[in-house]
């Protein structure tokens, strides 16, 4: 991972009002991978207690991309996903963890495992997701 | 649609913290479909200005967890969904209306469609998805 | 339906040797929308007498690729898809019906409908599919 | 990995008539993993000489529900997958390897890579899959 990367990543990330709304940290990000973290807060649950899917999702989607990202920067799209919940998510955080499983011109496909993590660190995959992210071509001009 | 099933939907979606936050509303549920809302407000977007991939994850998921939800009462959980996105979401308001494809005991399959809606009502198909609903057993006893 | 597209698409699926071992069949092929058929043959089966899910998938697999030409011609290729399984298939012949949901430059989204049909020609709905099919740029040169 | 297991697990491959038709075998079964090979034969091909897609969607199918099968035995059911296909698929052999990601009591979470393998034993990663595998209660009575 390089320093400058990251701290790119980092400022597209904090252009997301909603990312910022969740609360999205972005750990790690370069060499085909990028690991996105959230605090498990109360009004990020839905009504059982647990993390509500839909911030499942979220993780796995802009984990995805920007594990994409890595290998083609900037312009780049998520197309679609797939995610299959494991468990509930309960714990401190939340660490989505995506990874490049093939890298062309056009279009990268990736996965992201997803964990609750509790007070000591220790990991509980939650859920598994899989998706590919559009690379857009070059605008032409400017 | 019955008025009793749509309240009953309703104080279930209310009691889930994460739509309150981001502001979805239960407009239709019953006989196999459900419809949320929520306005396209700034704080749900992502760095290009259209509302965030993560938002439109969210909707999908529980749009077909509410579908299946009107024939499988309460005791429903989402094991996972595949979402496609078609175009940029901008305008007034989205709009995720699932509906049930097959009920079975123990596991109900569900389809999605999420609209994007301008001032004048006009919707526009921004994202489509499918996803199983696992049928919780009755506990034993209590 | 233009009969010159159908018996042009009809005439790619006979270059297909795999179609050809499966007995598929191009009935419909126009306007979005592309229906492909095959018998439920005793080799085509799994191991308690329902059609395997592999032909199910590659029906699916098919059907959406071709849906997806009738908009965008035949430089067209499948990304990935996502079915779900409803029921077992059993019966005479296997129905598998696509359609484009939306058609864009460089990338078309089908969802694709597959039904077992029996004796008297009733249909009942087995597995339900979503996909996305690349539309190959054209070649430069020659 | 147990012999007897993988002669159990073989038993049942051999009882698909489908799986005959396309020349599958069963290399590795257990410990929460299924490896299965095809030979690329021609009458599996598309249009263009390469590995139909379908049969990719078969192989990703079977190694997944085998891959559940290990930790779950014999009556699962392959509710649903994803696949995103990467590259074409030529070569010698393609070979399907599935692994369980989440073991539940009624449902398996697996993950399965395909690769094409050339002559020389090579393997290209041409297809990634992720599906969910339904245990099946165990029937009343007789």
């Known amino acids: 991972m390089n320093d400058a990367d990251l701290g790119f ?7 997301q009002p909603f990312s910022n709304l969740v609360g999205a940290r972005l750990i790690a990000f370069g060499g085909g991978e990028a690991t996105l973290e ?4 109360q009004d990020l649950l839905q009504q059982n207690g ?4 839909g911030i499942l999702s979220y993780a796995a989607d802009n984990a995805l991309t920007f594990a994409a990202g890595t290998v083609a920067g900037a312009s780049v799209l998520t197309t ?3 995610i299959d919940y494991l468990r509930p998510a309960t714990g401190t955080l939340l660490r989505s963890h995506g990874w490049v499983v093939r890298s062309g011109r056009s279009r990268v496909v990736c996965r992201c495992d997803l964990f ?4 000591e660190g220790a990991e509980t995959l939650c859920a598994v997701a899989q998706g590919t992210i559009s690379v857009l071509p070059p605008s032409n001009g400017s």
């Open 80 to 82: 679609g996903f797939t």
């Open 116 to 119: 609750a993590v509790d007070e």
């Open 38 to 41: 959230l605090d498990i807060r």
């Open 50 to 53: 647990y993390l509500h899917g």
């Open 9 to 15: 990543a980092r400022k597209i990330l904090a252009e």
